[in-house]
């Protein structure tokens, strides 16, 4: 009797540890394909930017999201990130931004890009990438 009861303490551990590290706070790391902006007047978006796997970001938020992109020697482009409700402009090609804090943590993003000048070439942009920091969700 002491072992099935040790093995159902051990069990009850396993699965406080498990919700645990479930409701910890965390990251996760999407890419999205090249993406080459043509024009100064028509912003493009680029592929949607997912968490790898919904369970890692359920019933977390957003805190802290870094980006990067990768815009070719000269050409200078504006630059956003954006959720469905709304986008925020980028400073440069690499950075961090606060102003997702609060959305689910599962929310898709995307970069939108424009070219900052109608005389500029086509810039082919790579290396599209964010770092979605979350944590649990705070309820009152």
């Known amino acids: 009797m002491i072992g099935g009861r ?3 303490l051990a069990g009850g551990a396993l699965c406080a540890w498990a919700a645990g590290i479930a409701l910890a706070s965390g990251s996760w790391v999407a890419t ?3 993406l080459r902006v043509v024009s100064a007047d028509r912003p493009l978006a680029s592929a949607a930017l997912l968490p790898p796997s919904p369970e ?3 019933g977390q938020v957003m ?3 870094g980006w990067q992109y990768q815009p070719p020697a000269g050409s200078e482009v504006d630059a956003w990130l954006c959720h ?3 986008c925020t402009p980028l400073s440069g090609p690499r950075g961090q931004t606060e102003a997702m804090a609060g959305l689910p943590a599962d929310t898709p993003l995307h970069f939108q890009f424009s070219l900052q000048d109608r005389r500029q ?3 082919t942009l790579q290396g599209l990438q964010v770092i979605v920091n979350h944590e649990p969700l705070q309820r009152p």
Do not use: E, Q, Y
């Open 121 to 123: 070439r086509a810039a």
């Open 63 to 65: 805190g802290r999201v």
């Open 84 to 86: 469905p409700g709304s």
């Open 56 to 58: 890692l970001a359920s």
């Open 6 to 8: 040790s093995r159902w």
């Open 32 to 34: 999205a394909p090249s």
